[in-house]
């Protein structure tokens, strides 16, 4: 199995450059595709294609000629721009990069990178067997996608594995984000302005994200929707706290928020279950929050 050839759109991004590396240290054979090309450590393992799926022109050849066994689809590109424009160019630009992938012959199974926010829940388990609804611009374009592909890989006998990733974070994260803003305040001194710090949300480290995938790619596994989070719902106050005490050595900040917010109330608790996740990729998260945020500030130290 660990001579597949796989495709990979949005390699250089949060999730598919670390994909690349470890998917092409097991022995696969991975065509990069992405708007930049990065140097890595396995960069002559991989063939990088420069390529912008607003163009077709400028990938459909040497994809072709690649013939991909395994396409995984993770571009979406200028997130957090979730806007109408923004959404719809993001959609058509995966079902023309889809529907032509879909037509190569050699193409048996395709993954594709979905969001927790399909599920538009604010609080609760989410189920993998729910199909959620669209709340927004942007998960509207993510329903979309997933039901146009679900229709077209059964028509082909393509397998297709829908992976609803949670709250994903970890080394080379937006600065904008969460964590990289918390940890990033707090070298400071200081904690940011949070305006809802009792939400809780379910943080999965991208390293269990990355495994998750290289299972779904390795395994002969079956077309279904797959949840990657940790099952745990955590409070923005624990995040604080987590990372007050590895930068800081005490609570102090935290309690001050905590005591500031306490008329405040928690919108948002909702979390994954991972049962058909662990079932059918063998898979589960290793890295518990803390130390996930430990090898984030690490990250960020190394700046």
Known sequence: MNNLKVLISGASGFIGLPLVEKLSESGCEVMAL???????????????????????????????AFSPEIVVHLSWQDIPDFSLKKSQDNLNQSLEFLSFVSEIESCKKIIA????????????????????????????AKHALYSW???????????????RIFYVYGPRQRLESLIPTILNNLK?????????????????????????????????????IYNLGSCISTPVLEVCRISERLILGSDILTKQLESSSKDTECDVDFWADYTLSKKYLGWKPNTTLEDGIKKTLQWIDGQ
């Open 34 to 64: 992405s708007r930049t090309c990065i140097e890595t450590k396995t960069t002559s393992k991989v063939q990088w294609l420069k390529a912008d799926l607003s163009l077709p022109e400028s990938y459909r050849e040497e994809v072709k």
């Open 188 to 224: 400071e001194g200081r904690l940011p302005e949070l305006r809802t710090p009792k939400n809780a949300n379910d943080f999965i480290y991208i390293d269990d994200v990355v495994d998750a995938f290289i299972k779904a790619i390795l395994v002969n596994n079956n077309s279904m």
């Open 149 to 163: 592909l679900s229709m077209t890989c059964k028509q082909k006998d393509i397998q297709l594995l829908w992976m």
């Open 113 to 140: 990178a979905g969001t927790c926010l399909e599920y538009n829940k604010d609080h609760g388990k989410c189920l993998e067997s729910e199909l959620g609804t669209a709340k927004d611009h942007f998960t509207w």
